[in-house]
């Protein structure tokens, strides 16, 4: 399996701060096929289902605001959310979708200061 | 649009087997490239991919869980189900069934709102 660890486990901002996510996969993510890196990120506000936010590394879906940014490719991979606001609160988890089983970060919990 | 509802028992006891129902709208399971998937969450815990199936009947599971699993599908329906076979207190999570497109290998882009299973004696 794929293992995916993702750093920190938790963060404590103030809102309009820029925080960075962490997450490094075991095995390259990389399709040498289309180039493309199999690995997405999602917003889990409580109580709710997660929701997706980036694929393939760095693609935004349709909604999500332009101050989510993923970056990365092959191992090494970030989720940048700048000028932080306080809806934004939540916990965030990478996906790596290149093989099976597909297997999650553990999370980080992003905490206001 | 799609959406995805689960269902199931809520509560059910140790060594039994747990049944859930994934009803969705805004795509067919007979459609090249749709899929269904379930991902389970302990409460304040990580999530977990259990298992998968796909518009051409092609179904992936998890290792980790051997031989507990089933996943099907109801076309008609647009249902797909999940069973996990003698459950016990580890098994006690929120439940949630996604979609994928096998075109972008799979990621989730649509969840449910979960179920929450307690397998309590």
């Known amino acids: 399996d794929i293992v995916m660890t993702q750093s920190p486990f938790s963060l404590a901002v103030s809102e309009g701060e820029m925080v960075t996510i962490n997450c490094k996969s075991s095995?390259?993510?990389?399709?040498?096929?289309?180039?493309?890196?199999?690995l997405a990120w999602y917003q889990q506000k409580p109580g709710q289902s997660p929701k997706l936010l980036i694929y393939?590394?760095?693609t935004r879906q349709s909604g999500v605001p332009d101050r989510f940014i993923g970056s990365g490719s092959g191992t090494d991979f970030t989720l940048t959310i700048s000028d932080v606001q306080a809806e934004d609160l939540a916990d965030y988890y990478c996906?790596?979708?290149?093989?099976?089983?597909?297997?999650f970060g553990a999370g980080t919990k992003l905490e206001l200061k | 649009q799609v959406t995805l509802k689960e269902s199931g028992p809520g509560i059910l006891q140790p060594s039994h087997t747990l049944s859930l129902t994934c009803s969705f709208s805004?795509?067919?399971?007979?459609?090249?490239?749709?899929?269904v998937s379930w991902i389970r969450q302990p409460s304040g815990k990580g999530l977990e991919w259990l298992a998968s199936?796909?518009?051409?009947?092609?179904?992936y599971n998890n290792p980790s869980l051997k031989s507990r699993l089933t996943v099907s599908k109801d076309t008609s329906n647009n249902q797909a189900f999940l069973k996990v076979t003698s459950v016990d207190t580890a098994d006690t999570a929120t439940y949630y069934c996604a979609h994928s497109n096998f075109i972008h290998r799979g990621y989730f882009d649509y969840w449910g709102q979960g179920v929450m299973v307690t397998v309590s004696s």
């Open positions: 095995q390259s993510l990389l399709s040498s096929g289309n180039q493309k890196n199999y």
């Open positions: 805004g795509f067919s399971l007979s459609t090249y490239g749709m899929g």
């Open positions: 393939y590394a760095s």
């Open positions: 996906l790596q979708h290149y093989s099976y089983p597909p297997t």
């Open positions: 199936i796909w518009w051409n009947g092609n179904t």
